[in-house]
């Protein structure tokens, strides 16, 4: 590890236990859904249990590894050590913690900046979704940032250790069916793009001797998709089609979206809110036009070795 690399990483751990020294020093971590959280994991640990005949009356456990159970019997195992608002407060700091050196893994796998670049995700930390206690959603997107992280290492084909960051890929996908399908959707969609990407440009500068080990990354999509088959057969599929013949406003989501309220802690329309969303604009364009830049130089590089 270099010089650069360790107080990075050093950096972003001191940041980061900040945040969870934080949490822990509150007597409840303030979200939104965090009570009926608790009493959803309190029903369920009981009810698998056999500890108490009153929730049987009821309730019944349909299915046991349904989308969104991680998070649940996260929780049960933490009751049985600590309280119940402690034991929400150790998954938030498992969230910040995921999230933080998540999103690491991702920004040091495509390239040499990402120590540093990765240091920028301490302002996302406390987000919209987790002050809103979407804590499975919070849960699967730092999962995802690892995931991406490991497919942009498999298809480096410099990279010595391919195959297990391809298993790590696929059994991350694996485990996120557990937490919320978003994230798992947004890892997929991702990593279908990108190979289609790199195997139309290889195919494009002529590079057959990469092509081959195209297969297996291929391979690799497929196995991933079928998390998709998975999460398809709890999905309620009367609600979804009726949801989608509803009207929808195109452009007044895209404002929505475009407000970072699913990362930015700061909503409204204040002038500190606008300030802060436009700072984060200004970075993450910042870092798009510094990646073209750095594609667009090793190619030319790539090119000239060629000849």
């Not at 608002?85 to 050196?101: G, H, M, Q, S």
């Not at 195209?214 to 998975?230: D, F, M, N, Q």
């Amino acid at each position: 590890m270099t010089a650069r690399k360790r107080w990075s990483f050093w950096l972003l751990a001191a940041m980061t236990a900040c945040f969870c020294a934080f949490v822990l020093s509150l007597p409840v971590f303030p979200t939104e859904d965090g009570p009926i959280h608790l009493y959803f994991a309190n029903v369920l640990g009981d009810l698998l249990s056999h500890h108490s005949p009153l929730y049987a009356q009821y309730y019944y456990v349909h299915h046991l590894l349904p989308p969104y159970s991680l998070h649940y019997y996260l929780l049960i195992l933490l009751m049985k050590v600590v309280c119940a608002p402690v034991a929400e407060k150790l998954i938030i700091c498992l969230i910040v913690a995921n999230l933080a050196f998540g999103f690491r893994h991702l920004a040091t796998s495509v390239g040499e900046a990402g120590e540093i670049v990765s240091l920028l995700i301490v302002a996302l930390l406390f987000n919209w979704p987790l002050g809103m206690g979407f804590e499975n959603f919070s849960l699967s997107l730092g999962m995802a940032c690892w995931a991406l992280g490991s497919w942009t290492r498999s298809q480096n084909p410099l990279n010595r250790h391919v195959a297990r960051h391809r298993l790590s890929f696929v059994l991350l996908l694996a485990l996120m069916t557990l937490t919320h399908p978003v994230p798992v959707v947004m890892t997929m969609s991702f990593a279908a793009f990108d190979f289609s990407l790199r195997y139309l440009a290889e195919k494009l500068r002529g590079t057959a001797a990469r092509r081959t080990k195209r297969p297996a990354g291929l391979l690799t999509l497929i196995a991933g998709a079928s998390t998709l088959v998975y999460i398809s057969f709890y999905t309620d599929r009367k609600r979804s089609i009726a949801e989608a013949r509803q009207p929808h406003v195109p452009v007044a989501e895209f404002l929505h979206y475009g407000k970072l309220f699913g990362l930015a802690f700061c909503g409204g329309n204040s002038a500190g809110a606008t300030i802060y969303r436009g700072i984060l604009y200004i970075v993450l364009i910042l870092g798009l036009f510094s990646e073209l830049q750095l594609q667009a130089s090793n190619g030319i590089v790539e090119s000239g070795h060629r000849r």
